[in-house]
């Protein structure tokens, strides 16, 4: 069936250390959404790649969306605290027509 | 954020109980949903409701009963529960069901099955 695996499960880092996170599919992705749920919180939409190969950059993170569209990362350049939460990658399928969540990257930033 | 409300934050109920969960939206969207999140699991989709119209049911026990009245409210009605139903329930919509548009989600309302 439809299903994004997403790598690593916990990824604990020192403050300033970049951070990456990976999101694959086995089948191709019509497109790719990436969220961030803070300790206690909610997911909170972050952003939406559409086409093949995109690169979209918001201040210190950087979100890719493979050429194939089966994979998508989302790196973290110089990690804050304030960086600290899960990120979710979350895939539509055209077939199917539905968003599927990955399992989630639970980052920790240590002071 | 108050885009979308859930009620109850919290809830804890026995496994003869029944009870309903309570979710508003306030942006004008169509679509909306519930979603279960389980310690150490990814989000995983229960209902989906286009213009009150429920167009998803992702195999989930009938003890858990959607109710959509309009396109801003969203009731999740419980009984005879498990506990390993007790988790995060997170409700969720858009502005069309379709997965090309981003979902908002409101705060949860955190389960606890004794």
């Known amino acids: 069936g439809q299903q994004v695996m997403q790598i690593p499960q916990y990824q604990h880092v020192q403050e300033g250390e970049d951070f990456t996170t990976y999101c694959n599919s086995s089948?191709?992705?019509?497109?790719i959404q990436w969220y961030k749920q803070r300790p206690g919180g909610h997911p909170v939409f972050l952003i939406q790649?559409?086409?093949?190969?995109e690169v979209k950059k918001q201040k210190r993170l950087t979100f890719q969306f493979g050429e194939a569209k089966k994979n998508s990362s989302l790196h973290i350049t110089a990690t804050q605290t304030t960086d600290v939460g899960t990120y979710f990658c979350?895939?539509?399928?055209?077939?199917?027509?539905?968003?599927?969540f990955g399992q989630g990257t639970e980052l920790s930033v240590k002071p | 954020e108050t885009g979308v409300t859930q009620t109850p934050r919290h809830l804890v109920m026995g496994m003869t109980n029944k009870k309903s969960l309570k979710c508003e939206q306030h942006?004008?969207?169509?679509?909306m949903y519930w979603y279960k999140q389980s310690a150490k699991k990814p989000l995983e989709l229960m209902f989906v409701?286009?213009?009150?119209?429920?167009?998803e049911n992702n195999s989930v026990p009938s003890r858990f009963s959607p109710e959509c009245p309009n396109s801003s409210h969203l009731f999740l009605h419980l009984h005879t529960l498990q506990p390993e139903d007790s988790a995060l329930y997170l409700c969720?919509?858009?502005?069309?069901?379709?997965?090309?548009?981003?979902?908002?989600f409101g705060p949860g309302t955190r389960l606890t099955v004794t």
């Open positions: 969720a919509s858009s502005p069309y069901s379709s997965g090309t548009y981003e979902q908002y």
């Open positions: 089948t191709t992705l019509s497109n």
């Open positions: 790649l559409v086409k093949s190969g």
């Open positions: 979350a895939g539509y399928y055209n077939q199917g027509g539905k968003l599927i």
């Open positions: 942006l004008g969207h169509n679509a």
């Open positions: 409701y286009s213009l009150e119209e429920r167009v």
